[in-house]
């Protein structure tokens, strides 16, 4: 069946620093992702909408200019925390739809030190 | 815009036994998909079931059933037979169809415990 693979799975990056979250559908194109962000037993927020091609539509109260976003090929999109800070730290996960299927990505956990 | 409510924020039940997980939603759309996700531990989303709004047959998916009432606005889980690996936390999700086609809307999650 389709895949939906995020990477990396978990990483720890400097308060001040970038760090960039990759969503790749495996063996079909998606021309639309989505990005959630999940708090420890709380639920998954829509933060945006990545459009191939053209620019993301980001969720009301989402920084477009921290949370950056790029969907450069109809099988990528890309996740970028620029200037990180401790409270970034959290669970992103991405998806993508086929059919009337929706595909998550393992998540990445961000940590900010 | 909709909006998907669970009320029941931990649930517990005993092996074998069966429990009912509640959401309630709300939206001015009349096609969409309602479905059940689980999340255990590890943070991987799985589907749990999937309900189109246009069928009125509930869906169902070996131990797994819903109780869907359109017009109550209303899309329950009943888990039977109840395994130690149903322990997880569930979510109910919206999707409209058309241009919101793949965006999910989340309810708060509902932490269910099954204990031996």
């Known amino acids: 069946g389709a895949v939906v693979s995020q990477h990396p799975s978990r990483v720890i990056c400097k308060s001040g620093t970038s760090v960039k979250i990759e969503c790749r559908s495996l063996?079909?194109?998606?021309?639309?992702m989505f990005w959630y962000r999940q708090f420890p037993k709380k639920s998954l927020m829509l933060m945006a909408t990545s459009n191939e091609g053209s620019k993301a539509t980001y969720e009301q109260g989402v920084e477009k200019d921290k949370f950056l976003i790029n969907h450069a090929s109809l099988t990528l999109s890309t996740l970028t925390v620029t200037s990180a800070h401790p409270e970034d730290s959290s669970f992103y996960i991405c998806s993508a739809a086929t059919g009337n299927t929706i595909y998550f990505g393992e998540g990445s956990w961000l940590t900010v030190v | 815009a909709q909006t998907v409510t669970q009320s029941q924020p931990e649930m517990s039940v005993q092996e074998a036994e069966t429990v009912t997980l509640s959401c309630t939603y709300d939206t001015s759309e009349s096609n969409y998909y309602l479905f059940w996700y689980k999340q255990p531990p590890s943070r991987q989303m799985i589907l749990v079931i999937r309900?189109?709004?246009?069928?009125?047959q509930n869906a169902t998916e070996n131990r797994f059933s819903v109780n869907f009432q359109k017009a109550a606005k209303s899309f329950s889980l009943k888990i039977s037979d109840s395994q130690l690996g149903d322990t997880a936390m569930y979510f109910c999700?919206?999707?409209?169809?058309?241009?919101?086609?793949?965006?999910?809307?989340f309810g708060q999650g509902t932490i269910l415990t099954v204990h031996p």
């Open positions: 063996d079909f194109q998606a021309t639309t």
């Open positions: 999700a919206f999707m409209g169809r058309g241009t919101s086609y793949g965006k999910l809307t």
């Open positions: 309900q189109e709004a246009y069928k009125q």
